[in-house]
């Protein structure tokens, strides 16, 4: 009864909306350089205010474990300070919470998508039900959906949300699976038969008696950076124009103080020391032209998607909004305080910043103390017991499979990236692909940079392991996408055409996406030629690549379906799959010898 309560208002207004018409969204003016931090005020009568406070986070990727490696710590400030892992997340939210509640704060948790997907073993061993059984145990009640929602298809997402065994797994642990007790909001996901979003649009709490509504969504940018066999019965709407429709929906309900949960971001300008996690230094991204087109009922928008953390106040088509980001990982919570003005019920005060998960000990001299390997000790005192209980569930259960031994490196081996866009960890992963088909007849394999979710740390000991070995878990925690790989055979002219389409603006392209290359195949880009023009040199092993000639290449499944704006590797033919997925292509070639960093000179640039 709870539940058909809860959905009786997205129910209505799905009624009704289609009587509205959408929106459309007033010319986007240039963004300023900067915006200053947020504490955005516009006062209230004296016994007309009731407070509240939203506590949020974006982009959790399934870290149930503490972040390692280079992602183990917050750089802010000119700090570094470790965090993350769900335990300690729940502890912060309840520590949160419990503050808030002295102040006569009620609280509501919410997120802003990509809960799941890209995550680590412990979670993707099984389909992401860990990560949702936590959250439901953390207390989030809702969120977006982002795009990573959608890495094994909207079917599935669907599971998710309502409950239920896999369809081919079951229910591996043994003790069914209940679904998210939060609501995944999903406004701008769109199903092509019925013309509706496939989850709720919108949701209402009530604080203090007084309507506070959410709409949620993912970029509109989806569809390019997801699998497309996943998604091929829906599409994705533009945000301001669902934004503001949704909106308006919930205007007609009587709610006018309304909270965007976006996945879709920006990010600081880069500096020295590193911006604050509160700070909106230089700030700029997708987010900022969203914004300028909301209604000024969104006084509040909490995005994600670019891993960045910020707090800033943005102008929307009448006023301002507070616009929050918590990075990624768990690693951060905003905590944002409002108060709602009863009579009007729109907010009257908002004020955000972003607290640091902290899951280090103090050294007591203003660092953070490590084991002999040099890995941040964590602190047992700050671990949640609830929280911890589920989790160990799922790291012994997995155990066996995430601590063997796979292979091992003769050093770090990174993501970062050259001046031409070619990182250690690409060249080594497009080898890895190359080598797992070469017997098939492949001459080249292309792996896209968004696969590669991990650096490889030497020093890392997931499961007790020597320097340098590795373990399945950290493999799949680099590789975690489960993607096949496939190879196809395309003409020296094609294979251009799908360098080209790396850069914004030749065949759909919007973003910069540079294809990591395996040993033998070179080219030079230019910075400065128009696009599709931009590709010169092409050579495999030393020969001129010909046009007219034809080439086996092997890419994992996401790319040879369009992924990342791929349109060219459509055009392939003869495709052929191998077995086994690209982790098992990865763990191949590092239990064939040691592996050591890629060379990061196979792609070359010139102004």
């Known amino acids: 009864m709870d539940r058909l309560r809860h959905l009786a208002a997205p129910a ?353 001299q203003g660092g953070w103390k490590k084991d002999a390997n040099g890995v941040y000790l964590k602190n047992p005192d700050t671990v949640d017991p609830g929280a911890k209980k589920i989790a160990d569930k799922y790291r012994t259960a997995v155990a066996p499979i995430a601590n063997r031994v796979v292979g091992s490196i003769t050093g770090d081996i990174t993501r970062a990236a050259t001046p031409a866009g070619e990182s250690p960890l690409g060249d080594v992963i497009a080898d890895a692909q190359l080598a797992y088909t070469k017997a098939a007849g492949a001459q080249i394999a292309l792996m896209n940079p968004g696969g590669i979710r991990a650096d490889f740390d030497a020093e890392a000991s997931s499961g007790g392991e020597a320097n340098g070995q590795v373990t399945y878990g950290e493999a799949f925690t680099v590789q975690p996408f489960n993607n096949l790989v496939v190879t196809q055979t395309f003409t020296g002219a094609q294979i251009k055409t799908v360098l080209e389409q790396q850069f914004a603006g030749f065949q759909g392209q919007t973003t910069n996406k540079i294809l990591q290359v395996s040993a033998g195949f070179t080219y030079t880009w230019s910075a400065s030629a128009a696009p599709g023009s931009k590709i010169s040199n092409l050579a495999l092993n030393g020969t001129p690549i010909d046009p007219a000639a034809s080439y086996q290449v092997t890419t994992n499944d996401f790319l040879a379906n369009g992924g990342d704006g791929f349109g060219a590797l459509t055009a392939g033919t003869g495709r052929t799959t191998a077995p086994g997925f690209d982790i098992d292509a990865l763990v191949a070639h590092l239990g064939a010898a040691p592996v050591s960093p890629g060379p990061a000179n196979r792609i070359s640039t010139t102004a």
Request: glycine share 14%.
């Open 12 to 364: 209505l207004a799905l009624a009704v909306v289609a009587a509205l018409p959408l929106a459309r969204p007033a010319p986007s003016a240039a963004a300023p350089p900067e915006f200053a931090p947020v504490s955005v005020s516009a006062g209230v009568a004296k016994g007309a205010a009731v407070k509240g406070q939203f506590l949020s986070y974006n982009d959790f990727h399934g870290a149930i474990d503490p972040p390692s490696g280079s992602g183990a710590v917050v750089n802010a400030s000119g700090t570094s300070t470790p965090a993350g892992g769900v335990e300690y997340l729940a502890t912060y939210l309840k520590k949160l919470r419990a503050e808030a509640k002295t102040e006569g704060r009620q609280t509501l948790t919410v997120g802003a998508g990509d809960l799941i997907g890209a995550s680590p073993l412990v979670s993707a061993a099984f389909h992401d039900e860990p990560t949702i059984e936590l959250m439901n145990q953390v207390g989030l009640q809702v969120s977006s959906v982002g795009n990573h929602e959608f890495d094994e298809g909207v079917d599935e997402l669907i599971r998710l949300q309502r409950g239920g065994c896999h369809p081919v797994d079951g229910c591996q642990d043994g003790d069914g699976f209940g679904g998210a007790k939060f609501t995944y909001l999903a406004a701008n996901t769109i199903d092509n038969k019925t013309g509706l979003p496939i989850l709720p649009p919108i949701d209402i709490k009530l604080v203090g008696g007084v309507p506070v509504g959410f709409v949620g969504l993912t970029l509109e940018g989806t569809a390019g950076i997801v699998n497309p066999a996943g998604i091929k019965n829906v599409h994705f709407a533009d945000e301001i124009q669902t934004a503001n429709k949704w909106g308006n929906v919930l205007k007609l309900f009587g709610v006018k103080a309304q909270v965007l949960l976006v996945h879709e971001g920006g990010s600081q300008a880069t500096a020295t020391p590193t911006p604050g996690v509160s700070d909106c230094n230089g700030f700029s991204g997708p987010i900022v032209p969203i914004v300028t087109g909301l209604n000024p009922e969104f006084g509040l928008v909490v995005s994600g998607h670019t891993h960045r953390f910020y707090s800033c106040t943005l102008p929307n088509k009448k006023g301002t909004s507070v616009v929050t980001s918590a990075g990624t990982n768990g690693q951060l919570i905003t905590d944002i305080d409002y108060t709602l003005d009863r009579r009007s019920g729109r907010f009257a005060e908002i004020t955000a910043k972003n607290v640091i998960v902290e899951n280090g000990v103090a050294d007591g």
